[in-house]
């Protein structure tokens, strides 16, 4: 994984697409694959007959502040939101699973590592699922292996990594004072 715009080149692209916008499997443009600003650049550029669905040119204040809240989510605001919900699952995840909570836990993330919209992100998921087999016979060892995930992203898009022994404070007690 690189960061999902980089993950189909630009020089593979056609002209028409600016740089950072990642094509989906139909060889359109994929809204939850690419950011927001690449989006509106893309909305700019596109000739009207052309119009991406949807699109309208933006001003640059608009672009930094990121897609409207009633929008369909770029890739940064999907992601933002995803891990909200994956890290949150952890910390409702019990010390002390049953095996049948465990399976559950399995199943879910195997589904959603094929489920998630930007389909970049989800196949480099799967890859990181494959290298580093899921963590779930407990609360503690589930959040560390989805902290290490999550870093795994960081990591290849430049981001700083988190620090995992943190984890507890940032997603389920709250900061120390
Ligand atoms: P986010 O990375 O969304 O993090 C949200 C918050 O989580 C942070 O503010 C921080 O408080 C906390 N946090 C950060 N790191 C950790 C950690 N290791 N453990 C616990 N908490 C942490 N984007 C791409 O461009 N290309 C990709 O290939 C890609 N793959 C993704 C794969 C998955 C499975 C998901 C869920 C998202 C992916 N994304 C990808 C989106 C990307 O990870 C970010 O969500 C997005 O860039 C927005 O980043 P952010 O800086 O707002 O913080």
């Known amino acids: 994984l690189s960061a999902a715009s980089e993950s189909v080149a630009a020089d593979q692209q056609p002209k028409k697409f600016p740089k950072g916008v990642v094509l989906g499997k139909d060889g359109k443009p994929c809204r939850s694959c690419t950011s927001f600003a690449s989006w509106a650049a893309l909305a700019k550029e596109a000739p009207k007959k052309d119009a991406v669905a949807g699109s309208r040119a933006v001003s640059t204040t608009a672009v930094a502040s990121g897609p409207p809240a009633d929008c ?3 890739v940064e605001t999907l992601g933002r939101s995803t891990w909200t919900l994956l890290h949150s699952i952890a910390a409702s995840y019990p010390e002390t699973p049953s095996r049948t909570q465990q399976s559950d836990l399995l199943s879910f993330v195997g589904l959603f590592s094929k489920l ?5 992100c989800a196949e480099d998921f799967q890859g990181y699922m494959a290298r580093q087999k899921p963590q779930v016979s407990s609360r503690d060892e589930f959040s560390q292996w989805l902290c290490r995930a999550h870093n795994d992203v960081n990591r290849k898009l430049g981001k700083p990594e988190f620090d995992c022994s943190r984890w ?9 004072d």
């Open 72 to 74: 369909p989510p770029d």
């Open 116 to 120: 998630y919209p930007c389909w970049v």
């Open 168 to 176: 507890d404070e940032r997603w389920r007690t709250g900061w120390k």
